[in-house]
């Protein structure tokens, strides 16, 4: 390797060093924005990227914070133990709240676990002092075996989610049919 060609991954190696002690600090910078791009660039340095939700359907979306000022939901229950019931029947239970805050308390959403959990919940804004209901109706088909059915509520709330809950036992119904396994059909021809 000849002299120039030395001198020119010399400089390159110098040149790498500055950018990373820039990135790690240690050159001056003064004021906030410094500060705060130093800060941004050992992180980044540190901390591997996030994958968005989208891409990853296995990591659930970060819920938003409230627009605007944040209120309070007070449960006076927010878990109901059905107790026992038959495969098939319909679990009915209204869940009764109040707006202990300061503003006026709006529900963005609210969502069962899963299809078989339908809550219905005030679309107006609960004023400061006012109460509201959510029902929530649970249907056991095709549902057998200790159960915990969720609702998550989104709401100007801090935090911003809320979970109730309808907790209980499906026993299987006995007079459904079996499951049958299916039988080959062989024909022997004589």
Do not use: W
């Not at 679990?91 to 963005?108: K, M, Q, R």
């Not at 095709?142 to 809320?162: E, F, L, S």
Request: proline letters at 10%.
């Amino acid at each position: 390797m000849d002299k120039a060609n030395q001198i020119q991954i010399g400089m390159l190696g110098v040149i790498l060093l500055l950018l990373i002690l820039q990135i790690a600090g240690v050159f001056g910078g003064s004021g906030a924005s410094s500060n705060a791009l130093r800060s941004n660039a050992r992180q980044n340095l540190t901390t591997p990227p996030a994958t968005p939700a989208a891409n990853n359907p296995a990591t659930p979306a970060a819920p938003a914070a409230p627009v605007g000022p944040a209120t309070v939901m007070a449960f006076k229950q927010d878990k109901f133990d059905f107790g026992t019931v038959n495969e098939g029947e319909k679990v009915e239970h209204v869940f009764s709240f109040e707006n202990t805050g300061d503003e006026p308390l709006t529900i963005t959403k609210a969502k069962g676990s899963c299809g078989c959990t339908v809550p219905n919940y005030p679309k107006e804004p609960i004023p400061p002092g006012q109460s509201g209901e959510i029902k929530v109706v649970f249907d056991s088909k095709g549902k057998t075996g200790k159960r915990n059915q969720t609702v998550t509520i989104d709401a100007n709330t801090n935090p911003p989610q809320t979970i109730i809950s309808l907790v209980g036992e499906v026993i299987k119904d006995p007079n459904s049919p079996a499951a049958t396994t299916a039988q080959p059909n062989i024909q022997i021809n004589k």
